[in-house]
């Protein structure tokens, strides 16, 4: 879509694609604000385009949900989709993944994007597996999200105070609880000290995600059931359990920068940091191959050093 004003760029892509032997390309990850400009105007003619001239030269497609950026016209008619940050301030528009995992109102116009995507390409021959959202991660510590945590805690605690506070150790320096309403997400100028709180909170943030994750499934299999899906990890990600998410997802598939020739560390440790990933993922589903969704083939803007790669260091 970055290319549509180009025409000549995109055959020339093609070219070279299959010049290099590409047989698989992800589209869509970014799409939104060209699929639908404005609310309710919707635009495919020009990705259809694309999909058939790739399948015609012999390049199938993963097709991506676009729900890991918004158009503006989405947060500036409906902030409550927008996500709200530990100190309470919720965000402006812009960036990725700023979208509250919550939102009812998000969800909705997610729900029509996704499901036209999907009735439009399901039986395409060239779209062979569904990506959705892209490198899922952050927070959202918005209204709509504590009391969702609440009712998180009141179905794992048995809707039971006391064992609530027994679990949490909440006597200490006395922080216990009378009832799920007082309980709020460990914001920085609140409740820090108490670790199950801390913890629960990790793992509610994680189900959450899963939980959107699953929407978004379900949304695009309602019209092609038989196309797997897959989205892109990214290594040992610390904000959430990939072992808990890997179970919703038929391929796993993960994106790999490892930061080759850097000043802190020799090129072995850094080729097994890398290895190590790859077990990681591989073990998510033994019975099954991963997918290297990207990789860093050259300098990328967010290293702090760019070097060139030694010969071979790419394949390897």
């Known amino acids: 879509e970055q290319w549509l004003d180009s ?127 892209n490198e899922f991660g952050g927070v959202c510590w918005c209204d709509l999200c504590k009391k969702r945590f609440q009712d998180f805690l009141r179905e794992k605690y048995d809707n039971d105070i006391d064992k609530l506070n027994h679990e949490w150790w909440t006597t200490f320096w006395s922080h216990r609880y009378n009832n799920f309403d007082q309980i709020e997400p460990p914001y920085p100028n609140g409740e820090t000290s108490v670790h199950g709180l801390t913890l629960d909170w990790n793992r509610f943030t994680t189900w959450s995600m899963t939980d959107f994750m699953k929407f978004e499934i379900d949304v695009v299999r309602k019209y092609a059931p038989n196309i797997p899906v897959t989205t892109n990890f990214k290594k040992l990600y610390k904000g959430l359990d990939y072992h808990e998410m890997a179970k919703e997802i038929d391929v796993i598939s993960w994106d790999i920068y490892p930061k080759w020739n850097n000043d802190y560390e020799s090129l072995y440790h850094t080729a097994a940091d890398t290895a190590f990933d790859h077990t990681i993922m591989r073990s998510f589903k033994r019975d099954k191959p991963f997918l290297l969704m990207e990789s860093v083939t050259s300098q990328v803007n967010w290293h702090p050093y760019n070097k060139l790669k030694r010969p071979g260091v790419h394949k390897l």
């Open 7 to 133: 025409p000549e760029i995109l055959k020339e892509d093609l070219r070279l694609m299959k010049k290099a032997g590409v047989n698989l390309v992800t589209l869509g990850v970014f799409s939104w604000s060209i699929y639908e400009p404005v609310e309710g105007e919707f635009h495919f003619d020009w990705l259809e385009e694309i999909i058939n001239n790739l399948y015609d030269n012999g390049i199938y497609v993963i097709l991506s949900t676009p729900s890991a950026a918004r158009p503006a016209w989405l947060d500036e008619k409906y902030p409550e989709a927008m996500r709200v940050r530990s100190n309470g301030v919720r965000n402006h528009h812009g960036v990725r993944h700023n979208h509250c995992m919550t939102s009812p109102k998000y969800r909705e116009k997610l729900e029509i994007i996704d499901s036209k995507i999907a009735k439009r390409f399901a039986n395409h021959p060239a779209v062979i597996l569904w990506h959705i959202c």
